[in-house]
């Protein structure tokens, strides 16, 4: 049986979209689910309330920070696979799971992206059916990436279990039209994302940014306040984050990404990320009993601690919005400096979370604020307005 729904001619590769310039790409209007682009594309239409109410039960609890911050969810923890698979962005607990739905036969496919075969960071989005085709779409691809692309191919492989991996834009229009794609179970496994870049952006800030931009494999903002690299020979170039060349790299995030509230993936049964957790584990958040059926199946594969939060992030956040906002740039020595100190005395844990999530909206708030006033109200969610309220912004 065909799902009950509306259909329209997917837009042409290239063609201008919706959201305009806001567009994140997340592959929606590459197929005919474009019929309800209005109300499920994240940019044109924020519905976080209604959402989460229709995936975990209720919205989110704004008189709890942790909520407020994190999203609805029922537990957290640092975990780490006791055997990582190598590869992976981290330990590859999503490689993991998406596995261990495949094989304990949850689900019949699970959406994820590989990337182009001329290109290791060009991302390339699929229905994996295989134990190998998912190891294949293993480590992140740090750009937007059209994984709604293959919505269409869902319903007419006559798919009716699905896992989808991915990050938050994807998942608030997969959350939108889910009802529509003809599926008996759906199960969400999301990441955190944040800065993310087009192919072109990437290449900019690979050569602005790293020693050696060709040979970069992955790389990732740390824990420890510099971002690290990691070169095709197995060598690790760390910069800190107070160096990078912000004048520069003002105008390389993708304007989706200065336009973003959804860091940590609200809409996901499971989030799995790192930046809650201890250097070297990764951070889960179980929003759901999906999210919880999830893990357990990987439990076993697991080392697990439960999560911390040292320090105070407000100082530090505060005085970066001047910097992020006129794009300063630290000489390196100063730069290595202030990562020195701050990774001394500075946020751990569930404060870095914080600390990364407070720079980020206040940043996105006021890049929302100059270029796109019309829609600041709708389109922040109280629960940014919330975080961002904390601090002093600059006048107009
Ligand atoms: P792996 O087992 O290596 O699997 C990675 C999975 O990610 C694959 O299944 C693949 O399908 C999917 N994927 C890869 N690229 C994309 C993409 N562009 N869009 C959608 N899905 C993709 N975590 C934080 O805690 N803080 C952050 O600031 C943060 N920023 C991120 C930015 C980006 C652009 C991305 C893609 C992820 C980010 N993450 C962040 C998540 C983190 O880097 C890891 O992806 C996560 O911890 C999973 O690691 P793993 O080893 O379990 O994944
Ligand atoms: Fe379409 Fe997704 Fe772009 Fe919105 S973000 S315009 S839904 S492709």
């Not at 063609?15 to 209005?38: F, M, N």
Request: hydrophobic fraction near 40%; proline fraction near 5%; charge should be neutral.
């Amino acid at each position: 049986m065909t799902a009950a729904h509306q259909k329209a001619r997917a837009l042409k590769p290239g063609s201008p979209r919706p959201a305009k310039a806001l567009c994140s790409e997340c592959g929606l209007c590459d197929t005919y689910y474009i019929h309800y682009v209005k109300e499920a594309c994240a940019f044109l239409n924020q519905q976080f309330d209604t959402l989460e109410q229709q995936t975990h039960g209720r919205a989110r609890d704004l008189d709890n920070w942790d909520e407020c911050y994190f999203g609805v969810h029922q537990q957290m923890m640092a975990a780490r696979k006791t055997e990582p698979i190598a590869g992976a962005q981290w330990t590859g607990i999503v490689s993991s799971i998406a596995i261990a739905m495949l094989e304990s036969g949850r689900v019949e496919g699970v959406v994820c992206v590989q990337n182009s075969e001329s290109d290791r960071f060009t991302p390339k989005p699929v229905i994996a059916r295989t134990r190998e085709e998912i190891l294949a779409a293993r480590v992140n691809k740090p750009t937007l990436s059209p994984n709604l692309s293959v919505l269409e191919q869902v319903e007419q492989s006559g798919l009716k279990r699905l896992l989808v991996i991915g990050v938050g834009c994807q998942i608030q229009a997969l959350r939108a039209v889910q009802d529509k794609l003809g599926l008996e179970k759906l199960y969400v496994l999301g990441t955190p994302c944040v800065d993310n870049v087009t192919r072109a952006g990437l290449q900019k800030f690979l050569e602005t940014t790293s020693r050696s931009p060709e040979t970069v494999i992955y790389y990732e903002f740390m824990q420890d306040f510099r971002v690290h690299f990691k070169h095709s020979d197995g060598s690790i170039e760390t910069v800190p984050f107070f160096g990078l060349k912000t004048n520069q790299l003002k105008d390389v995030f993708a304007p989706s990404c200065m336009s973003c509230f959804d860091y940590v993936n609200g809409l996901a049964d499971l989030v799995v990320g790192y930046m809650g957790a201890p250097f070297g584990w990764q951070w889960l958040v179980v929003r759901n009993e999906l999210g919880q059926e999830m893990l357990d199946l990987v439990r076993d594969q697991l080392q697990t601690q439960p999560v911390t939060s040292a320090g105070d992030r407000h100082a530090a956040v505060q005085q970066s919005i001047p910097a992020y906002d006129k794009g300063v740039t630290l000489p390196m020595w100063a730069a290595k400096l202030v990562g020195l100190v701050i990774e001394r005395i500075g946020p751990k844990g569930l404060e870095y979370a914080r600390f990364s999530i407070d720079s980020h909206f206040t940043r996105n708030y006021l890049y929302v604020r100059r270029n796109y006033p019309q829609k600041l109200a709708a389109h922040v969610p109280a629960f940014a307005k919330k975080i961002v309220d904390q601090y002093q912004l600059p006048a107009q």
